[in-house]
């Protein structure tokens, strides 16, 4: 099983990232994928979450509106697309798998599955 996650980077404050999770070794579609994040002296918290069997998708209120999550399933391929980004959205940025499928954010906890982890850092 793997995910590797590519994306991320340093942009200024208003600016868009993309990050990409891409999936193998498992069954995509019976699986949720989250985007996690760890902020410096922060605990992770889940900030988006797709259900790949049917599409729907969850996300924290403080990214709500800014945040996309999709997903490719031909290519086992998971997306988190940033907008409007602001400094308090710096952190390190997991994607996750959990073989479920769920009616909301999931805690950091309740993954199977992880990718690397790619640090995303927005200026001032």
């Known amino acids: 099983v793997q995910l590797v996650q590519s994306g991320g980077g340093l942009v200024q404050a208003g600016g868009s990232l993309r990050l990409s999770c891409a999936a193998s070794?498992?069954?995509?579609?019976?699986?949720?994928i989250g985007w996690i994040r760890q902020a410096p002296g922060k605990e992770r918290e889940t900030v988006s979450l797709?259900?790949?069997?049917?599409?729907?998708?969850y996300y924290q209120h403080s990214v709500k509106g800014r945040f996309t999550v999709s997903s490719n399933n031909a290519e086992n391929t998971v997306y988190l697309q940033m907008n409007t980004l602001i400094p308090e959205d710096t952190a390190v940025y997991y994607c996750a798998a959990s073989r479920a499928v769920v009616a909301g954010l999931l805690g950091p906890n309740e993954y199977d599955y992880w990718g690397q982890g790619t640090q995303v850092s927005v200026s001032s």
């Open positions: 797709i259900n790949i069997g049917d599409g729907t998708t």
């Open positions: 070794g498992f069954t995509f579609e019976d699986y949720a």
